[in-house]
């Protein structure tokens, strides 16, 4: 982490020094009022303030609501982490956080996200996993800048349709959830890595070909029979890594298929690009 500074009563260049971290102190919102209405920039139980990157990071701290008292940086934190809480619900003030770049609550307890999430333009990583989510807000398609998306181990009955609008998005993890079948409105995704492993999912969309940088895409541990997998996917798209493991056919009997031989041509050369 960054080192703490503190300005002596001397001022000036001569007056800023680096001191020792404090340890580490047990959550006391009273106090953090106190600390953030003096403007100190100490590092204080998991909170770094010095501009232009602040991070707080409140993991494990047994919290059942988003603190409130972090609304007073909402133009300072870059990041929030708060996972390994029981939190429940994320307050509208979320919005609020208009220079948030990475938001991380996994494993908490959420079942919903409000709409003022949607709010976040300057957001790039969102991590969710372990957590209840059954869907997403109607607005999600609103952050332009995510790049990396973590869904994992949620309740997710399909692929949500508001990835679709996402064109900065590169990594999507929506695996451990309950997704049965993907959709028509897939072949709209531009990320590069979709994780669709241990779900249900017994039905794949064609369009799923015709993602046009869809790279990487696992489908291990679900409900495929062969000829429920798309021979589009080995002879017309882009995906170079296909990992279908754990499924109801065996392995080598995808080699049979049309278009194989075009897809291990993809594979071999993206194998030796990064040899």
């Not at 300057?122 to 398609?141: D, M, V, Y």
């Not at 990396?148 to 349709?161: C, E």
Request: charged fraction near 25%; charge should be positive; hydrophobic fraction near 35%.
């Amino acid at each position: 982490g960054l080192p703490a500074l503190r300005v002596s009563k001397g001022g000036g260049k001569r007056g800023l020094r680096r001191f020792r971290r404090e340890p580490r102190r047990p959550p006391d919102f009273v106090g953090i009022g106190t600390w953030l209405r003096r403007g100190s920039p100490r590092r204080f139980w998991g909170l770094a303030v010095l501009r232009p990157v602040a991070r707080c990071g409140l993991c494990r701290r047994e919290l059942r609501e988003f603190p409130e008292e972090l609304q007073k940086l909402t133009s300072n934190l870059r990041t929030i982490d708060l996972s390994n809480n029981k939190i429940e619900l994320l307050p509208p003030l979320i919005g609020k956080f208009s220079f948030l770049k990475s938001l991380v609550l996994n494993n908490n307890k959420l079942t919903v996200l409000p709409e003022e999430l949607c709010r976040l333009k300057k957001l790039e990583t969102l991590h969710l996993n372990g957590n209840h989510l059954r869907q997403l807000p109607a607005a999600f398609g609103q952050l332009s800048a995510l790049k990396t998306l973590n869904l994992s181990g949620n309740q997710l009955r399909t692929v949500p349709t508001q990835l679709c609008g996402l064109r900065h998005l590169d990594v999507v993890d929506l695996s451990k959830n309950q997704i049965q079948n993907v959709p028509d409105s897939v072949g709209e995704l531009q990320a590069i890595e979709l994780n669709l492993n241990q779900n249900q999912i017994s039905q794949i969309s064609v369009q799923i070909s015709h993602c046009p940088r869809l790279k990487v895409l696992r489908l291990e541990e679900n409900c495929l029979e062969l000829s429920m997998l798309p021979q589009s996917i080995l002879s017309d798209s882009q995906i170079s890594l296909l990992a279908v493991e754990g499924n109801l056919f065996e392995i080598k009997k995808l080699r049979e298929l049309e278009g194989y031989d075009k897809y291990m041509e993809r594979f071999t050369a993206t194998k030796k690009k990064f040899a």
